[in-house]
């Protein structure tokens, strides 16, 4: 979620932002965590503070973290089902936090399965801390600014990938990428806070249980990316808004096109969704 500096109550955008934390748990349950970003007084960690472990989102959210989710411009959730890494150690849960040589690295999620094989003999990545292939995508991209370097990172991916991730020393900003197959759906609601999920759907839901309004829900096309959140300036407030955005062409395996990847989602959203796939299939080797 980026969070409008104009919105009258932040309670409301901090209900919608758990409450699709709880939805998706659905698409995961092995871990789950939240990260909290801006710079706000308490958040600490230099404004970054995040709070991951096993089990479904409702296990690690905890009451007393509603008062910081108010006060941060930006937060991220996550829920894992684990394909690759071992769900049990800590290290492979999200939020990750992922360093850069000479910038403050990013925090980011993933949801999907790559070729980490293959990233790994072709780019020179420092050694793995976890045993996900989210890493090595993370890794990649930390330190990536400009739209065609983003870009670049996401055409060399193989693979169902939907990412989120926030540059740290820009923690209003956040990245948003749909490659290959896995489902990533962005809403703007009445106040002007961004919000994205894996599942149309959830937002529908949002706008039934909580005070919420959306006016844009949209499904993002896979090769889509785009950066959104507001430009930090001295004595400035802006809406958020799309700030940057590109395309680029995914790639995934034969094996990826699953009917899990549209788990929970409506027999309308999900027709809707494989009408518009236009990813290309890597090849198979044959031995």
Same mark, same amino acid.
């Given at each position: 979620?980026? @969070? ?22 659905? @698409?995961? +349950? ?31 959210? @905890? ?45 980011? +999620? ?11 003999? =072709? ?44 540059? @740290? ?26 919000? %994205?999920?894996?599942?149309?759907? %959830? ?26 959140? +507001? ?19 995914? +790639?995934? =395996? ?7 990847? %549209? ?16 990813? =290309? ?7």
């Amino acid at each position: 979620m980026v @969070r409008s500096p104009f919105a009258d109550d932040p309670g409301r955008a901090s209900d919608a932002f758990v409450t699709l934390g709880a939805l998706a748990e659905e @698409r995961g +349950t092995d871990s789950a965590g939240v990260a909290l970003l801006g710079g706000w007084p308490g958040l600490g960690h230099d404004g970054c503070r995040v709070v991951k472990g096993r089990g479904r989102f409702s296990a690690i959210w @905890r009451t007393e973290l509603l008062a910081e989710l108010d006060r941060a411009p930006v937060a991220l959730g996550h829920t894992r089902w684990a394909t690759q890494g071992s769900p049990v150690e800590p290290a492979n849960a999200s939020p990750m936090l992922v360093g850069a040589p000479g910038a403050a690295g990013i925090v980011a +999620t993933h949801n999907g399965d790559v070729d980490a094989g293959a990233l790994r003999s =072709r780019f020179a990545l420092p050694a793995p801390s976890g045993g996900t292939d989210s890493e090595a995508v993370f890794q990649l991209l930390a330190g990536r600014r400009d739209p065609s370097g983003v870009t670049g990172v996401l055409e060399a991916l193989v693979g169902r990938a939907a990412l989120a991730w926030v540059d @740290r020393d820009r923690p209003t900003q956040v990245h948003l990428a749909r490659a290959a197959l896995s489902p990533l759906a962005v809403a703007v609601d009445a106040e002007q806070n961004i919000y %994205w999920a894996s599942n149309p759907r %959830w937002f529908r839901v949002v706008q039934r249980y909580t005070r919420v309004r959306f006016v844009t829900i949209v499904m993002l096309r896979e090769g889509t990316y785009m950066r959104v959140g +507001t430009e930090k300036a001295p004595g400035r407030r802006d809406r958020p808004q799309v700030l940057a955005a590109a395309s680029f062409v995914p +790639t995934a =395996r034969p094996a990826d096109l699953d009917d899990r990847v %549209w788990t929970g989602f409506t027999d309308t959203d999900r027709a809707r969704d494989q009408a518009t796939l236009h990813h =290309r299939l890597a090849a198979v080797a044959v031995a």
